[in-house]
């Protein structure tokens, strides 16, 4: 997107957006909580891990910014925003109450949305077809273990970077995507979605679950993934004429950023 979208409010149909990892140091609640602000939309999907309950289990943590984002997506509920929460592995004990709503976000299995342009789209985490999390979760929180240490050296490298008056740069992302394991895995599973959006006679799946946000076609059809808020800052948003677009919440503290380092260099030219 330009930067000088983001200069304004701009609306959308449609936001999805997923693995926030609220109750985590990796959660970047307050850029967050600045997007929702911004951002409007008629729709809200929050496409599981949107609380991490095998991090709270283990330690308890849930700072004010944590807590402001959950009652900004109840306020927008409660304005007449349709917010639709589907589960995650991490925040799985809330399958427990598929059909009930939490204020007037409704708790869900799965969903369909149907595009401005028709289009039938498949909304799910993607948990469920990723092979660990099915068959060796036990592995997988070994995994989650390792990932976190991952996190914690993102965060201490990028306030380093701000001590330089450097923009944010996701490392532990290119980290991970330098690994041929992590991408061979990414493609197993972007292709695992498609086959199975096609076998239930989707037009394409939104998910999240692997923290990659992606847009594209595969085999006629859209595979939308939305990223993640410890990491990639990313969304998926339904324009009014039904075309999608990842949204780079990045791009646009990279942009603040150099608008604050251009003014001081600008005023010392006066």
Known sequence: MDDHLYKK?????TIWISDLHLGTPGCKAEILLDFLKEIKSENIYLVGDIVDGWRLKKNWYWPQSHNDVVQKLLRKARKGVKVVFIPGNHDEAARKYLGVNFGDIKIQHQAVHKTANGKKLWVVHGDQFDGII??????????DKGYTMLIRLNNTFNKIRKF???????LSQFIKLKVKKAVSFVTAFENIMVIEAKRKGYDGVVCGHI????????NGIIYANDGDWVESLTAIAENYDGSLEIIDWSKKLIALHNQ???KPFQLAKQ
Do not use: F
């Open 9 to 13: 409010k701009k609306g959308y149909r």
């Open 134 to 143: 099915r068959h060796a979760k036990w592995l997988a929180y070994i995994g």
């Open 164 to 170: 330089l008056n450097l923009p944010y740069w996701s």
């Open 211 to 218: 923290h990659k946000a992606e847009l594209k076609d595969i």
């Open 260 to 262: 604050l380092v251009k």
